[in-house]
Nanobody, 124 residues
Framework: QVQLVESGGGLVQAGDSLRLSCAVS????????MAWFRQGIGKEQEFVAA????????YSNDSVKGRFAIWRDIAKNTVYLQMNSLKPEDTAVYFC?????????????????WGQGTQVTVSS
């Protein structure tokens, strides 16, 4: 059984940093893509960043790309999201997701497995 477990969220001030972790368990689980999404109160779930099985990373927009970084530790079966220079608008529940198939799109509905989410709150 595949499980994704996020950790690392919390309450920080604007300008601070956080590192989110997503621990993946499941025998012989080799997703094509691992990604981070977020959902603020009253907002739709949005794509943040993804990393492919070949190590290539993708970010949702220039603002996130300049401040966030996604990488993985294959030995630990863990994907990370480093978030720097956090802003109040980054406040959301952050979800880790995995997709078995390759694609150049990052719609939430195309992902096969999800974690329970971790809350990130950035105060001004």
């Amino acid at each position: 059984q595949v499980q994704l477990v996020e950790s690392g969220g919390g309450l920080v001030q604007a300008g601070d940093s956080l590192r989110l972790s997503c621990a993946v368990s499941g025998r012989s689980f080799s997703p094509a893509i691992m990604a981070w999404f977020r959902q603020g109160i009253g907002k739709e779930q949005e794509f943040v960043a993804a990393i492919r099985s070949n190590g290539d990373s993708v970010y949702s927009n220039d603002s996130v790309k300049g401040r966030f970084a996604i990488w993985r530790d294959i030995a630990k079966n863990t994907v990370y999201l480093q978030m720097n220079s956090l802003k109040p608008e980054d406040t959301a529940v952050y979800f880790c997701a995995a997709r078995l198939g390759h694609s150049d799109t990052y719609y939430p509905r195309t992902f096969d497995y999800w974690g329970q989410g971790t809350q990130v709150t950035v105060s001004s």
